[in-house]
């Protein structure tokens, strides 16, 4: 008699003789079982998935309306308009853009000189395209 002859001689000893229809109905029981739960967990997760869509909602504050002053107090004055320096050396109304193959690098040399100040290692490496 062979090891597996053996094994399978003891399982069925063991499990009380059941008969072959009674294993593979509480198979398919436990299979039933098991995707049940699986099924209802997705449900959830898609359902707290949809719910992310209110998550930056409650981040935002509300817009604050003004409150009418009483008809016997005064309107406040305006405050007065903030100078802004014009001529050479400012960027008074330049509107700057930055390419996209721009960013990367800037960013780049801002990290690798917060970290240098820092005392960190960092290094910065260029990465090209092969053709």
Same mark, same amino acid.
């Given at each position: 008699?062979?090891?597996?002859?053996?094994?399978?001689?003891?399982?069925?000893?063991?499990?009380?003789?059941?008969?072959?229809?009674?294993?593979?109905?509480?198979?398919?029981?436990?299979?039933?079982?098991?995707?049940?739960?699986?099924?209802?967990?997705?449900?959830?997760?898609?359902?707290?998935?949809?719910?992310?869509?209110?998550?930056?909602?409650?981040?935002?504050?509300?817009?604050?309306?003004? $409150?009418?002053?009483?008809?016997?107090?005064?309107?406040?004055?305006?405050?007065?308009?903030?100078?802004?320096?014009?001529?050479?050396?400012?960027?008074? /109304?330049?509107?700057?853009?930055?390419?996209?193959?721009?960013? /990367?690098?800037?960013?780049?040399?801002?990290?690798?000189? $917060?970290?240098?100040?820092?005392? /960190?290692?960092?290094?910065?490496?260029?990465?090209?395209?092969?053709?």
């Amino acid at each position: 008699m062979t090891f597996l002859a053996a094994m399978s001689l003891t399982a069925t000893a063991a499990e009380g003789a059941k008969t072959l229809g009674q294993q593979v109905q509480e198979g398919l029981m436990n299979m039933v079982v098991g995707l049940g739960v699986v099924f209802i967990v997705l449900i959830f997760l898609s359902f707290v998935i949809s719910l992310f869509k209110f998550i930056n909602k409650l981040d935002k504050p509300k817009a604050k309306e003004p $409150v009418a002053a009483p008809a016997g107090a005064p309107a406040p004055a305006a405050a007065p308009a903030a100078a802004v320096p014009a001529g050479p050396g400012t960027m008074a /109304g330049a509107k700057v853009t930055i390419a996209d193959e721009v960013e /990367g690098p800037v960013a780049a040399a801002i990290l690798a000189a $917060v970290a240098e100040s820092c005392g /960190g290692n960092f290094k910065v490496t260029s990465i090209k395209k092969s053709k």
